[in-house]
């Protein structure tokens, strides 16, 4: 079954075996009849299958019938698996959105579009392009409009294949969006070389964190079925521009190494490689010891060297264009080099140097932190990292999470970038939403990735954005990367939430180009998955935009973090406390007492703010300074400091809880008002979730409320309702079917 492209036609229930045959035949030759003459208006299941790939016909007149003319056939002079792919795409995309087959030609015909490269193509090579697309790289690709032979036609072309398809998304894109393709002239190539998904997927597929059904890699059937989905899943990052993947969780299973494994993780990478991706996994430090009968995993001891050498060898010789390892060591009980008395570079190096015959890469994390160190968490991984810059191997990228504690609604940037100047820093954002409400929350994470990549560092003076720490250009690094905790599961919908879609989506582009804005990858998402009614555009960009400060105010207003619930991380627990790891609680973080709240990390406090360079240390170092955004998160404040509105801390955040959960109201009526133009099947789907995000956005809210009221001793300000539940009753619930819970039969 399906394809991306399927439409399937929603099933009719009608049970033929409860009739005689007559009856039956009958029937069915009615129905045939009506369904033949009403099929204009079949009605398709709209089940998000298709993500933003959707290729709907266009139905304003005007627009669908310039294309028709500008785009005609597709000249395709020699083939190659990639650009058979592109050719099939646009073939698609025009059957859908134009409703017309269109041909592939080998001659010139007006409104030909002509794909290839220089080498495959005589009509491109003889364009006199050849300096244009010096610049482009392996990935980039040139659109432009051009009369030849007296028709005009559109190219689109590249140095190498990859560059043809990236280029016939683009232009399919322009189409969805209902761009002009007249004039076009369009040169682009990605801003960071490795764009990733990191799949946090176990082998007995389930997904850790994972909020949207199992693993998509089916083990069991692999290498021999080869689900459509895994094209279907290509298709969709290829469309975006990722072009890796790394199967695996980061907390480690050394059986992905062995033999059998391989062969499954070979059928995979043939899936994928046409489409520009390559495979990457996550290597289990202690593998040598797991799997290769060592007695010691000691990156320095030269039998371990040599095992992983044999092993990176091994793997080639099955995955030719494997892509390398992501490993996270020594961090949440995860064994590596410390265990050996040995340090990150020691144990990233081991690795490195096994890949770099090969070509491979290891993306090192820098995601370290223990309770057993007497230090401020956020501190922890500056602290252990910066002294290593410079020892990394050449093919080593140091993959640091946004910020510095974990993926929370809101944290400032990660106080490792710009401060490892000789070493490739790698950006891990998370897509799957473990601390933003799940699959069940609508919140679109653009604004929050571009909140970090447009943060100053100061690192070589004003302009020194982390963007330009990971693309490489502030310290002239060629090694770059990207990667986003994939939201991927094996839902029907992919990503649980519709709206989830578009997380997936704002990673891709925004690892093409950085400098995108939250509300032009919105735009486009929504023209291509929903609808191109500009009451929909409007309507949902507005919704998506404010969704994520939305939903900072009803989960960790002000700059408090880290204060859900315990291990499944669903719903509030601010009350956390006395758990075996300190940094693992609640009130580790938000520090309230009866004099106020929030956590310094100023010079008088714990001094993490001292990682940053001066510039920005200035921006928060004082309550009276500080951005109210990152307020708790650099400083302890009174209950009676007088925010910028007037009003009191207390106050304040009494304010900000209340906003945030009655604005989840304001997006249900905003989806609400715009009924008619979505699918029923969507329309439902979405309106029972938000329903879902508004009570847990109440209950966000009494609960922090109520217990911050315990430190705070004040009112919960006039205007604002009471809670309808006691304190007792928030702490006294449990959940036993969230996410994640090992349920205990
Ligand atoms: C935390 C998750 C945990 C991950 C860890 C990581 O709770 O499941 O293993 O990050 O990134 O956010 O390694």
């Known amino acids: 079954m399906s394809r991306l492209n399927e439409k399937e036609p929603i099933r009719n229930t009608f049970k033929a075996p409860l009739y005689n045959m007559i009856f039956t035949r009958y029937f069915l030759r009615v129905f045939l009849i009506a369904l033949f003459c009403t099929s204009a208006s079949v009605v398709y299941?709209?089940?998000?299958?298709r993500l933003w790939m959707r290729y709907d016909k266009i139905t304003t007149v005007a627009v669908a019938k310039k294309y028709q003319s500008l785009a005609t056939s597709v000249l395709l002079e020699k083939e190659s698996a990639t650009f058979v792919i592109a050719q099939k795409e646009l073939q698609l995309a025009l059957q859908g959105l134009l409703q017309t087959t269109i041909p592939v030609t080998k001659t010139i015909q007006p409104g030909a579009i002509v794909l290839g490269t220089a080498s495959s193509s005589s009509i491109i090579s003889s364009l006199g392009i050849s300096e244009k697309l010096k610049a482009l790289g392996k990935e980039g690709f040139v659109i432009f409009s051009v009369v030849i032979k007296n028709k005009p036609c559109t190219v689109i072309a590249a140095n190498h294949d990859i560059g043809v398809l990236y280029g016939t998304f683009?232009?399919?894109?322009?189409?969805?969006?209902q761009q002009s393709?007249?004039?076009?002239s369009v040169v682009s190539k990605p801003a960071i070389g490795h764009r990733l998904l990191n799949h946090w997927d176990n082998l007995d597929r389930t997904v850790e964190r994972g909020y949207a059904g199992f693993s998509l890699w089916d083990w069991h059937k692999l290498p021999d079925y080869i689900d459509p989905r895994y094209i279907a899943y290509a298709r969709a990052n290829a469309s975006i521009g990722i072009n890796g993947t790394v199967l695996t969780n980061v907390n480690?299973?050394?059986q992905v190494l062995t033999v059998p494994y391989l062969k499954k993780v070979a059928a995979l990478a043939n899936v994928f490689r046409p489409y520009g991706i390559k495979v990457y996994l996550?290597?289990?430090?202690?593998?040598?010891?797991?799997?290769g009968g060592l007695t010691t995993?000691?990156?320095?001891d030269s039998a371990v060297q040599a095992w992983w050498k044999k092993k990176v060898d091994e793997i080639y010789t099955y995955i030719p264009d494997f892509g390398g390892f992501l490993v996270k060591a020594n961090s949440e009980g995860q064994p590596g080099p410390q265990n050996y008395d040995r340090n990150h570079a020691d144990g990233a190096n081991v690795l490195a140097k096994a890949l770099a015959p090969h070509n491979g890469i290891v993306m090192w994390r820098a995601f370290v932190y223990s309770n057993e160190v007497p230090e401020d968490r956020a501190k922890q991984a500056y602290n252990e990292f910066k002294p290593l810059d410079g020892t990394f191997e050449k093919n080593v990228l140091v993959q640091v999470k946004n910020g510095p504690i974990d993926f929370q609604p809101r944290e400032p940037f990660h106080p490792l970038f710009g401060a490892m100047p000789k070493t490739p820093l790698m950006m891990e954002f998370q897509l799957t939403q473990e601390y933003l409400g799940f699959a069940t929350h609508l919140v679109y994470l653009a604004p929050l990735f571009k909140e970090c990549l447009d943060a100053d560092t100061y690192a070589k003076g004003k302009g020194s954005t982390v963007s330009r720490v990971i693309d490489g250009s502030l310290e002239n690094h060629t090694l770059t990367g990207i990667a986003g905790v994939a939201n991927i599961g094996n839902d029907r919908n992919w990503t649980g939430h519709p709206f989830a879609q578009a997380n997936w989506y704002a990673l891709g582009r925004l690892a093409w180009n950085p400098s995108l804005s939250s509300e032009t990858i919105a735009e486009e998402w929504i023209r291509a998955t929903f609808s191109n009614n500009e009451n929909v555009v409007s309507t949902l960009k507005n919704v998506m935009l404010a969704s994520r400060e939305v939903t900072v105010r009803y989960m960790t207003p002000l700059g408090l973090h880290h204060i859900m619930g315990w291990n499944h991380h669903y719903g509030p627990g601010p009350w956390i406390k006395?758990?075996?790891r300190a940094d693992w609680t609640s009130v580790y973080y938000h520090q309230a007492d009866s004099l106020g709240i929030g956590f310094n990390r100023t010079a008088t406090g714990s001094k993490a703010l001292l990682q940053y360079t001066p510039e920005v240390q200035k921006i928060y170092s004082t309550p009276a300074d500080c951005p109210e955004e990152y307020l708790l998160w650099f400083n302890h404040v009174g209950w009676n400091h007088r925010?910028?509105?007037g009003r009191t801390l207390w106050d304040e955040l009494c304010h900000h809880y209340y906003a945030g959960a009655d604005s989840v109201q304001w997006i249900q009526q905003q989806w609400d008002s715009i009924h008619n133009h979505i699918d029923e099947e969507r329309y439902q789907q979405v309106k029972a979730l938000l329903a879902i995000q508004y009570q847990e956005a109440i209950w966000w809210r009494n609960a922090c409320v109520l217990y911050f009221q315990t430190f705070s001793k004040r009112d919960i300000p006039t205007g604002l309702p009471k809670p309808d539940q006691s304190l007792d009753y928030y702490q006294s619930l449990e959940f036993p079917f969230a996410p994640g819970i090992k349920p205990k039969w």
């Open 282 to 291: 996550t290597a289990r430090f202690s593998a040598p010891v797991e799997i």
């Open 643 to 645: 925010m910028k509105s």
């Open 45 to 49: 299941s709209e089940d998000g299958y």
């Open 578 to 580: 006395d758990k075996p």
């Open 170 to 177: 683009h232009f399919i894109r322009l189409l969805q969006t």
């Open 297 to 300: 995993a000691d990156p320095l």
């Open 252 to 254: 480690a299973n050394a």
């Open 181 to 184: 393709i007249e004039k076009l």
